[in-house]
């Protein structure tokens, strides 16, 4: 069975800090790959998507991640964190031309502190 | 458009009874998705539908759990009877796609207490 697997669990940073949130599948096949974030109380909303093309993804709010097929990663980065990051980010893999359904890692919750 | 509706919002019941959370997809979207999000086990697909039928119920707990997509704009999870271990918060998604290569939208979701 595909799997996901989000490295970091809790991360706490100061404001102006650099983030890389890890994210890794088991699946060999063509993929596509989500990060979501969920504010404290909210539903998730799409930070960013990878379906093929650039391998550098940029999303909303400053974040951007990198699919390396060969390590079968996907990590999410920003350089410089802000208060109003503080959420669960998810990352989500599919399976493309079959599946429609997300698989979703445990999350990573993350403090930012002023 | 409204995005994914889902209600009611929270849902406080006693052991043993009926539940049942409702989701109206986005309008055009083709498939929908049924999610349950605890702290122990995270976000777990429960069930989805392409075209109105159910394409993957591997992930539906046990038969106490069932889910119906009677049209394109309506989706129901049942839960009968609820159990303690049940309470978690519903999610709703819905999307449009022929290979999987679009995003999946969240509705604002159910917390579900069964006491």
């Known amino acids: 069975a595909q799997s996901v697997s989000q490295h970091n669990h809790h991360v706490i940073l100061s404001e102006a800090a650099s983030l890389e949130l890890g994210c890794n599948y088991s699946?060999?096949?063509?993929?596509?790959l989500f990060w979501y974030v969920q504010y404290p109380g909210q539903h998730l909303q799409l930070l960013l998507k990878y379906f093929s093309g650039d391998p550098l993804v940029k999303g909303i709010k400053g974040f951007e991640a990198e699919f390396i097929k060969s390590k079968f990663s996907f990590n999410l980065r920003k350089p410089s964190v802000q208060w109003s990051d503080t959420a669960e980010y998810f990352c989500?893999?599919?399976?493309?031309?079959?599946?429609?359904?997300?698989?979703f890692g445990k999350g990573t919750s993350l403090l930012v502190t002023p | 458009d409204a995005g994914v509706i889902q209600s009611p919002r929270h849902e406080v019941t006693e052991m043993g009874q009926e539940v049942t959370l409702r989701c109206k997809p986005i309008?055009?979207?083709?498939?929908l998705f049924w999610y349950r999000q605890t702290m122990m086990r995270g976000l777990e697909l429960l069930i989805y539908f392409n075209n109105n039928v159910p394409i993957d119920d591997s992930g539906m707990p046990e038969d106490r759990f069932s889910a119906k997509m009677p049209n394109a704009s309506f989706s129901t999870l049942k839960i009968q009877p609820s159990e303690p271990r049940d309470s978690a918060v519903y999610f709703c998604?819905?999307?449009?796609?022929?290979?999987?290569?679009?995003?999946?939208?969240f509705g604002q979701g159910t917390r579900l207490t069964v006491v």
């Open positions: 309008s055009g979207h083709n498939s």
């Open positions: 699946y060999g096949g063509t993929v596509n």
């Open positions: 998604a819905s999307s449009f796609s022929d290979r999987g290569n679009t995003e999946a939208f």
């Open positions: 989500a893999v599919n399976r493309g031309n079959s599946g429609y359904a997300l698989n």
